[in-house]
C-alpha cells in the first residue's frame, strides 16, 4: 500500500506541473464601470413654467439671528471660590434647575453688569488680587 500512495503523489505532482499557470488560478476579468444614468435637462421653457408655481408654495422667509462666536479662555481662582461654584451648581439643582459651571458665570457677569458703579466697586473691592499665571505644583 506504501508504494501505491506514494504513486499516486507522484502522478498528481506530476500533473500539477504540466498544467499550465493559469489553469491553477482563477482569471477576474477587469471590473467594468457603470456609468450613472444621465440626469433630465430642463428646458428653459419648463423651468419657467414651474417657477411661479415654486413662488407661490414657498413661506416667506424670516431671518434667524446669527448665534454669537464663542471664545475659549481659562483662569486661575482660588479653591474655595472653586467650590462655591460646585456649591451653586447644587443649590440651583434643588431648585429643579440644572446649569452649568460655565452658565453660572455668565450669569455673574450678567448681574455684575446690571449693578450701578457704586456697587460694582465695592464687590470688586472684596476680591483679592491674584498672581497671574498657572498654580505651581502642590
Do not use: C, H, W
Request: aromatic share 2%.
Amino acid at each position: 500500500m506504501a508504494t501505491s500512495t506514494a504513486a499516486k503523489a507522484t502522478v498528481k505532482s506530476a500533473a500539477a506541473k504540466t498544467r499550465p499557470v493559469a489553469a491553477n488560478r482563477a482569471v477576474k476579468s477587469p471590473a467594468r464601470k457603470v456609468a450613472p444614468a444621465p440626469k433630465p435637462v430642463a428646458t428653459k421653457a419648463v423651468a419657467r413654467a414651474a417657477a411661479p408655481a415654486a413662488k407661490a408654495v414657498a413661506a416667506p422667509k424670516t431671518k434667524t439671528p446669527k448665534k454669537p462666536k464663542l471664545v475659549r479662555d481659562s483662569f486661575t481662582m482660588p479653591k474655595d471660590e472653586y467650590q462655591a461654584i460646585d456649591g451653586l451648581k447644587q443649590r440651583a439643582n434643588s431648585l429643579q434647575r440644572s446649569v452649568k459651571k460655565s452658565e453660572l458665570l455668565r450669569a455673574g457677569i450678567m448681574a455684575l453688569s446690571a449693578m450701578d458703579d457704586k456697587n460694582l466697586v465695592a464687590i470688586l473691592a472684596k476680591v483679592p488680587a491674584l498672581k497671574t499665571g498657572r498654580p505651581g505644583r502642590a
